[in-house]
């Protein structure tokens, strides 16, 4: 907020700064307050009827006071020398009305064309950082970014303040126009682990479109080809079992969890989600004294790119993926049971050769012609593939951990993004899934919009201004609002609500 600094002389005509609001709250807000207190001891509304009155009435004050603040600006805007010296007015009384967490804040500010040539601008939507179709304030959309991440664009919208909402399409606008980049700050005395873990996976989100409405394929089979991959990795440093001591039942937690998602398509994109990952570890963690960062996941391309890229990577093969083909390796033998405890006990012990013969075992007893021919052969070329990630599994004990990938992408996207029909564009489904990873990274939206603002020209136009802005500072010193509020609201100490005593003593005499 900028420090406006406003000479005792310079108050309006009819009253000080903020009086217009205060009064109007004193002279029609509290009578109806009275009102309801009275309704209330004659048994027509209770408590909850008053705090919600209460509530409104004080978010409408609120706004209005913000309306004036506005407007004093503005008015002071027009009264610098400075402005004088760069800009004429042309026009005055141009309404404006955003909408803020408190209810609608409706002002009105003066517009100027500069002296030497240029667009016509208004100076108070600069100094504030409104951009020109703005329709919400930053607190505003902050609460409506922190719903949407979390239920719908439809909720979202209804969830702005009490009296007010916005469509769909503004929330869609909030959600698109958002930059999820934050700076990573690098801990002053970094953490000295040997080994730090990661699970990475993907969920599958339906499209709803890929650069406009109606451009949608469909496969041979009569399927949409729409499906957007949206990648997530999870670091942490440890599993701890939070479960009683005795209990059968596990509870597991990772410490030192930190969550990356996205839509990243192509190697440049890969490469650039990892080396996030490289910063985030670069910034928190001694990189003298970690010796390994084990990346755990079904052996995608994309996966084992983070081996590459992070310094000591390693990939691992997670149980989750070599359980799911050894099913499905097994599933129409009548030994079912026996010959996927035996591949299991040659995985465990990386016996290449072991798992080799089983395989072929498999394939003697099964139909050529038959698809769960191809799906064997499938699961054999998987293994045979990531068969590095298997042997380190095998070998080393950090790449066994307890943890599995497919709990956190139905935690952190699935839950949004994919568990219920709906339809996506690249840019909300990438917006979304990066906020969620923000906000259970426990970052806070509103610190987000305010980077954003700062790092999105407004400074630029700002540091245009300077000596503007240096000029209306100066007078901000003589506002004093207490006193002037004192002196100038008649009937500000006769709040006494004497007729609540009489009241009172009438019905228990």
């Known amino acids: 907020?900028?420090?406006?600094?406003?000479?005792?002389?310079?108050?309006r005509e009819g009253g000080a700064f903020m009086y217009n609001s205060i009064l109007q709250f004193i002279q029609d807000d509290i009578k109806e307050i009275e009102k309801n207190v009275r309704e209330i001891l004659d048994g027509n509304k209770d408590a909850a009827d008053l705090s919600n009155d209460i509530h409104e009435r004080v978010l409408m004050l609120g706004s209005r006071i913000v309306g004036e603040i506005y407007e004093q600006i503005d008015e002071e805007i027009f009264k610098s020398l400075v402005r004088k010296e760069k800009y004429y007015v042309e026009q005055k009384d141009m309404p404006r009305s955003l909408v803020d967490?408190?209810?609608?804040?409706?002002?009105k500010r003066r517009g100027y064309v500069p002296k030497n040539g240029g667009e016509y601008i208004y100076l108070l939507d600069m100094l504030m950082g409104f951009d020109d179709n703005q329709k919400v304030t930053m607190?505003?959309?902050?609460?409506?970014?922190?719903?949407?991440?979390?239920?719908?664009?439809?909720?979202a919208g209804k969830?702005?303040?009490?009296?007010?909402?916005?469509?769909?399409?503004?929330?869609?606008d909030i959600v698109h126009g958002l930059v999820v980049d934050f700076p990573q700050k690098a801990l002053k005395e970094k953490k000295k682990?040997?080994?730090?873990?990661?699970?990475?996976?993907?969920?599958?989100?339906?499209?709803?479109f890929w650069n406009k409405k109606g451009d949608?394929?469909?496969?041979?089979?009569?399927y949409k080809i729409n499906t957007i991959i949206d990648k997530i990795i999870v670091l942490f440093e440890d599993i701890v079992d939070e479960a009683p001591e005795g209990s059968t039942h596990h509870r597991y937690r990772l410490t030192g969890k930190h969550t990356f998602c996205g839509v990243y398509n192509g190697s440049e994109d890969n490469y650039k989600l990892w080396q996030e990952v490289q910063d985030y570890i670069s910034?928190?963690?001694d990189l003298d004294v970690l010796e390994r960062v084990y990346i755990t996941g079904d052996g995608a391309p994309w996966i084992k790119t983070g081996a590459e890229v992070l310094l000591n990577g390693r990939f691992v093969h997670d149980k989750f993926h070599i359980m799911k083909y050894l099913n499905q390796s097994v599933t129409h033998l009548e030994n079912a049971d026996e010959m996927k405890e035996c591949m299991w006990e040659c995985i465990n012990g990386a016996d290449k050769k072991g798992l080799r013969q089983a395989f072929?075992?498999?394939?003697?007893?099964?139909?050529?012609?038959?698809?769960k021919y191809t799906e064997v052969e499938s699961s054999y070329k998987y293994f045979m593939n990531n068969w590095r990630g298997i042997e380190i599994r095998s070998s080393e004990s950090g790449g066994v951990w307890k943890c599995c990938a497919e709990g956190q992408v139905s935690h952190v996207l699935s839950d949004r993004l994919s568990s219920r029909p709906m339809g996506w564009s690249i840019r909300g489904c990438d917006n979304i899934s990066k906020l969620r990873a923000f906000t259970r990274n426990d970052g806070k939206i509103i610190d987000l919009l305010r980077y954003q603002k700062k790092y999105q020209g407004l400074k630029e136009k700002r540091n245009e201004q300077d000596a503007l802005i240096k000029d209306i500072k100066k007078r901000q010193y003589g506002w004093n609002y207490a006193e002037k509020l004192s002196a100038h609201v008649e009937g500000l100490e006769n709040t006494s609500m004497k007729w609540l005593k009489e009241f009172i003593a009438q019905r228990f005499s």
Do not use: C, P, W
């Open 1 to 11: 907020m900028l420090g406006l600094d406003f000479d005792r002389n310079n108050l």
């Open 101 to 107: 967490v408190m209810g609608t804040v409706s002002f």
């Open 283 to 285: 910034a928190n963690y």
């Open 193 to 208: 682990l040997k080994t730090l873990h990661i699970v990475a996976d993907e969920d599958h989100v339906a499209a709803q």
């Open 159 to 172: 969830k702005v303040n009490l009296t007010d909402t916005v469509s769909k399409e503004t929330v869609k």
């Open 216 to 222: 949608i394929k469909v496969s041979n089979a009569g």
């Open 360 to 371: 072929r075992s498999i394939l003697e007893v099964t139909d050529e012609n038959d698809n």
């Open 139 to 155: 607190a505003a959309a902050a609460k409506i970014l922190e719903e949407a991440v979390e239920s719908s664009y439809s909720k």
